[in-house]
């Protein structure tokens, strides 16, 4: 789908607090069940650029699928001088779903995504009744993150020199465990989002970790991870799995930090019929 397609789908600006304004994308049935898709926060990020194979699935199986740019990312606001950390996401998210009058949700998130959707889970669990997460951030203190090969080669390569569309090219295709999954279309759609954002947004993010927290998300949760996964260590699966007292986890060879697109067709099965696991009565 091509950026001016894109902007043909529904969509609209919401002005919360502190006077962020978030651009929301919002897909299928009004009737269906809410899931609310995080995405992560590596340059040029998106809610459609993060889950742009598993919409449809959603969408088709009856859901009502809203997808947000996170502050400082995609079309939403990107003000300078504030760090972008867990807890301006989370409140963020809750501001937006209050905003639309949604009080249960089912929270996907990738990355960074992910440790939202966690975060969500632990701070307000009467909002999220099910939790599905792609090798989710924060289960690990921050150093941990900094030390990961992905993470030190996109470092490296958007601060030495300019910025250019063929370094962040790089960078997505250490994301994934076969680089030619980072088409033309993803790259410049990334490209055309990274360009806008201020350099705070990477320079004055924040990773806190929440996994001693964990234990206080009572909702199902199934987490997939990429064992070939250069971003996030594969570490968190198991503190995930520990931890979370009714969580399945998922690892899937020859995949990277992107399961959910990588493996989309796995991953939107897989969540479908775990959505539908949840929901029947015990």
Same mark, same amino acid.
């Given at each position: 789908?091509?950026?001016?397609?894109?902007?043909?789908?529904?969509?609209?600006?919401?002005?919360?607090?502190?006077? $962020? +304004?978030?651009? &929301?994308?919002?897909?299928?049935?009004?009737? =269906?069940? %809410?899931?609310?898709?995080?995405?992560?926060? /590596? #340059?040029?990020?998106?809610?459609?650029?993060?889950?742009?194979?598993?919409?449809?699935?959603?969408?088709?199986?009856?859901?009502?699928?809203?997808?947000?740019?996170?502050?400082?990312?995609?079309?939403?606001?990107?003000?300078?001088?504030?760090?972008?950390?867990?807890?301006?996401?989370?409140?963020?998210?809750?501001?937006?779903?209050?905003?639309?009058? $949604? +009080?249960?949700? &089912?929270?996907?998130?990738?990355?960074?995504? =992910?440790? %939202?959707?966690?975060?969500?889970?632990?701070? /307000? #669990?009467?909002?999220?009744?099910?939790?599905?997460?792609?090798?989710?951030?924060?289960?690990?203190?921050?150093?941990?993150?900094?030390?990961?090969?992905?993470?030190?080669?996109?470092?490296?390569?958007?601060?030495?020199?300019?910025?250019?569309?063929?370094?962040?090219?790089?960078?997505?295709?250490?994301?994934?465990?076969?680089?030619?999954?980072?088409?033309?279309?993803?790259?410049?759609?990334?490209?055309?989002?990274?360009?806008?954002?201020?350099?705070?947004?990477?320079?004055?993010?924040?990773?806190?970790?929440?996994?001693?927290?964990?234990?206080?998300?009572?909702?199902?949760?199934?987490?997939?991870?990429?064992?070939?996964?250069?971003?996030?260590?594969?570490?968190?699966?198991?503190?995930?799995?520990?931890?979370?007292?009714?969580?399945?986890?998922?690892?899937?060879?020859?995949?990277?930090?992107?399961?959910?697109?990588?493996?989309?067709?796995?991953?939107?099965?897989?969540?479908?019929?775990?959505?539908?696991?949840?929901?029947?009565?015990?």
């Amino acid at each position: 789908m091509t950026r001016d397609t894109l902007e043909k789908i529904p969509h609209q600006r919401l002005r919360l607090s502190d006077n $962020i +304004e978030i651009f &929301v994308r919002r897909f299928g049935p009004e009737s =269906g069940p %809410i899931v609310l898709m995080i995405h992560g926060a /590596a #340059p040029g990020a998106s809610g459609w650029g993060n889950f742009c194979r598993n919409v449809d699935a959603f969408v088709a199986a009856g859901y009502h699928v809203i997808v947000p740019d996170l502050p400082g990312f995609g079309d939403s606001a990107k003000p300078a001088g504030i760090d972008y950390d867990l807890p301006l996401f989370t409140g963020t998210m809750q501001q937006m779903l209050c905003e639309l009058g $949604i +009080e249960r949700i &089912v929270a996907v998130g990738n990355s960074m995504g =992910g440790a %939202i959707a966690n975060n969500l889970a632990i701070t /307000a #669990p009467d909002l999220v009744s099910a939790l599905i997460v792609a090798a989710p951030h924060c289960l690990a203190p921050q150093a941990s993150y900094w030390a990961m090969p992905g993470v030190q080669f996109m470092i490296e390569a958007l601060t030495q020199g300019e910025p250019t569309r063929e370094k962040l090219g790089a960078v997505l295709r250490r994301m994934v465990c076969d680089p030619e999954q980072i088409s033309d279309a993803l790259l410049d759609e990334r490209w055309q989002s990274a360009i806008k954002q201020p350099a705070d947004v990477m320079t004055r993010l924040r990773i806190t970790e929440i996994a001693s927290q964990l234990h206080a998300i009572s909702c199902p949760v199934l987490a997939f991870w990429g064992a070939q996964d250069e971003i996030t260590p594969s570490a968190g699966a198991l503190v995930l799995a520990e931890r979370v007292p009714q969580a399945e986890v998922i690892i899937y060879s020859q995949t990277g930090h992107w399961p959910q697109f990588e493996r989309h067709a796995q991953f939107n099965e897989r969540s479908l019929r775990f959505l539908d696991e949840t929901r029947k009565p015990a």
